[in-house]
T-cell receptor, first 118, second 113 residues
């Protein structure tokens, strides 16, 4: 079974600075998806960024970018120019690209609580 | 606006009572999911459904039941057999089972008194 590990329960960053959240995963598959979701105090989960394992290029969405290291099974999220609105719980998630049965589910890490200091 | 609506947002229940959480989506998504969130535990999958009239157990299905009679609706019943039901419950949906991305509702907080 796949597992996702976020080793940093909490992180803090100064406004306008850069922070990197870590995520590692364990899988025997070669094709899969990786995601970062944000859960603000409102508690609604919002997709931040996604990465397909077959793509070598790291995904980028405005101030958010990832460092995807497939061999190391590492998927870190970098937030540049941090803003107060970035304060939230961040979850890393894995999904198999295979079809059928439980392959469709997302497996989540336990989350990293990010605090942004003004 | 398209989205996922969960109700109620807050629910209190006495021990021994069943309670049903509603999840409705107007995104025309085929697949729907229920996750449970506990502090420090991340999200754990309870049940999922790929199509109408079909659903599968997730990792922690004991004490829960679901139905999928309509494409738009995927209600979750927390039964009295669930030993620790106090939690935050999240419903999600996706286009099919091949796109990966899940869209989430705002969640329902269940507290057992």
């Amino acid at each position: 079974a796949q597992t996702v590990t976020q080793s940093q329960p909490e992180m803090s960053v100064q406004e306008a600075e850069t922070v990197t959240l870590s995520c590692t995963y364990d899988t025997s598959e070669s094709d899969y998806y990786l995601f970062w979701y944000k859960q603000p105090p409102s508690r609604q989960m919002i997709l931040v960024i996604r990465q397909e394992a077959y793509k070598q290029q790291n995904a980028t969405e405005n101030r958010f970018s990832v460092n995807f290291q497939k061999a190391a099974k590492s998927f870190s999220l970098k937030i540049s120019d941090s803003q107060l609105g970035d304060a939230a719980m961040y979850f890393c998630a894995y999904r198999s690209a295979r079809s059928g049965g439980s392959n469709y589910k997302l497996t989540f890490g336990k989350g990293t609580l990010l605090t942004v200091n003004p | 606006d398209g989205g996922i609506t969960q109700s109620p947002k807050y629910l209190f229940r006495k021990e021994g009572q069943n309670v049903t959480l509603s999840c409705e989506q107007n995104l025309n998504h085929d697949a729907m999911y229920w996750y449970r969130q506990d502090p420090g535990q991340g999200l754990r999958l309870i049940y999922y459904s790929q199509i109408v009239n079909d659903f599968q157990k997730g990792d922690i299905a004991e004490g829960y039941s679901v139905s999928r009679e309509k494409k738009e609706s995927f209600p979750l019943t927390v039964t009295s057999a669930q030993k620790n039901p106090t939690a935050f419950y999240l419903c999600a949906s996706s286009w099919g089972m091949n796109t990966g991305e899940l869209f989430f509702g705002e969640g329902s907080r269940l507290t057992v008194l």
